[in-house]
């Protein structure tokens, strides 16, 4: 069916045997781009069975050749990054570089996965009994890591190949088999990336890829009894699949209201170019963009005044033209954009720039002297839209952080090292970054999030480990 991206099972390309399918809106001109799979609850379970039997012999599979596998998969998924980086800019409207360098550093990922993993897996312990009270030197326990079975990963449409990879890779190198539910937003891209682990030659039935609609295989996905971790990124649903997971690991990513501490020594050129950056790259649809600027109110009018003249400079437009800003995802986000916006027009915010939208396109606004009572002081908009709260002390900058849901990551600027690291301490979040706006990468550094904001810590390293178990074998000496 040349129309209808098939879902992939068993080493192969399938049309699912509902005769449905999901319509993948373009942001940009809000028609039909791509069509996937609606794949059904039998499909999921023969995907299971399939991937439960792959799953044994790719734990038996010497740990050097997982890694060439995965080696080879990283080097063509970076020979595809052109038709990839081109379904990301159709499906999310992500600006045309940036899709790019999506696929490049998933490539990276999948290598430097590989690489870490026959270093970490490649390690066991030896234990001897004598060291605990009431022991004889008589036993000894060897212990390695072992895979945890099927890994269920679910990426979120904002890095529908990169976070897909930040999932599939540890779970690949740990011995696990694979079921990936892309979002639907992003679900070409996945497949295509799916095709090159396809071409690096695994096999058959380690990995798969079930496309569909969320109501007929979301929970069936993540309550399923064969699944033995899920990895999540994406909002609110996280928390809803963390409530029924039962007796299943978890990692979860989920959202963040990510505060921007300045105080007053900061270098304020720094602070504004982070402040774009971190607020507006990807039109501020990232987990780690930032979200609420918490402003000593000695240096804000400065602040305000630099980060305006840049916001005056980005392009506003198609992801094809490489716009620094382009269409959200969705009509419905940018009307959840919308509203936190009005809410906060209503209650007196001062609006630094005209408020513009067209279609799902929202123009970059800063709004300036926003206060507690304004949704947008704690609500994520996940749009191009980011609040100024003005701060007398730096408490205040840390009770404002604190009193939030999320603690993914923060940032604070000063010149004041001493300061700063007091200052990190106090942030009840999962990350910290000092003088730089948030960011999850490098790849391999710990990612986390406290409170609501996530369960576990990703990052390849912790990644690796999270998606194993410890097994030991005691030799018990007469
Ligand atoms: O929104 C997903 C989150 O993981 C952000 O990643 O690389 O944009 O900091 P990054």
Redesign the pocket.
């Known amino acids: 069916d040349g129309e209808v991206y098939r879902y992939y099972a068993d080493g192969e390309w399938r049309v699912s045997t509902s005769g449905k399918s999901v319509a993948i809106v373009n942001p940009t001109t809000r028609q039909t781009q791509y069509r996937v799979q609606a794949c059904t609850q039998e499909e999921v379970n023969k995907v299971m069975e399939g991937a439960k039997v792959a799953q044994k012999a790719w734990a038996r599979t010497p740990l050097w050749k997982r890694a060439e596998l995965l080696h080879k998969a990283a080097a063509i998924l970076k020979e595809h990054k052109t038709p990839i980086a081109e379904c990301l800019v159709k499906e999310i409207a992500k600006p045309a570089k940036d899709a790019i360098s999506e696929v490049v550093r998933s490539g990276d990922l999948v290598s430097y996965t590989a690489e870490e993993g026959v270093r970490i897996l490649g390690e066991g312990k030896l234990l001897v009994s004598d060291s605990f009270p009431g022991n004889e030197r008589n036993k000894y326990c060897l212990s390695s890591k072992i895979p945890l079975g099927v890994v269920l990963a679910i990426p979120?449409f904002?890095?529908p190949v990169?976070?897909a990879v930040s999932k599939i890779g540890p779970a690949l190198i740990a011995g696990n088999a694979l079921i990936l539910k892309p979002p639907t937003q992003g679900a070409v891209a996945a497949l295509h990336m799916v095709h090159c682990f396809h071409l690096a030659g695994f096999p058959k039935g380690l990995i798969n890829c079930v496309t569909g609609k969320g109501s007929e295989i979301g929970d069936f996905l993540t309550l399923h009894p064969g699944v033995n971790c899920i990895s999540f990124?994406g909002g609110d649903t996280g928390i809803a699949i963390s409530k029924k997971a039962g007796m299943v690991p978890l990692q979860m990513?989920l959202g963040g209201k990510d505060a921007c501490i300045v105080l007053e020594d900061a270098d304020l050129d720094l602070v504004a170019a982070n402040i774009v950056k971190g607020g507006f790259?990807?039109s501020g649809?990232?987990?780690?963009?930032v979200k609420v600027v918490l402003i000593m109110e000695s240096v804000a009018d400065i602040v305000v005044e630099k980060v305006k003249a840049k916001l005056a400079k980005l392009t506003v437009g198609p992801p094809e033209a490489d716009s620094d800003i382009t269409p959200v995802v969705t009509e419905s986000s940018a009307n959840f954009i919308e509203g936190l916006v009005m809410d906060a027009k209503e209650k007196g915010a001062t609006f630094c720039q005209e408020y513009r939208r067209e279609g799902n396109l929202i123009w970059p606004l800063l709004l300036d002297h926003v206060r507690p009572d304004m949704r947008i002081a704690w609500e994520e908009p996940f749009g191009p839209v980011l609040p100024v709260i003005r701060i007398n002390s730096v408490e205040e900058g840390i009770h404002h952080c604190n009193a939030s849901n999320f603690g993914l990551q923060g940032c604070v600027f000063t010149k004041d090292i001493n300061k700063a690291i007091m200052i990190s301490d106090a942030m009840e979040t999962g990350t910290v970054q000092i003088n730089s706006a948030?960011?999850?990468?490098p790849d391999h550094f710990p990612?986390q999030g406290l409170k609501d904001s996530g369960i576990g810590s990703q990052g390849i390293i912790n990644s690796i480990n999270m998606m194993t178990k410890v097994k030991s074998t005691v030799i018990n000496l007469p």
Do not use: D
């Open positions: 979120p904002n890095y990169n976070l990124t990513e790259s990807y649809q990232r987990c780690t963009a948030p960011a999850r990468g990612f």
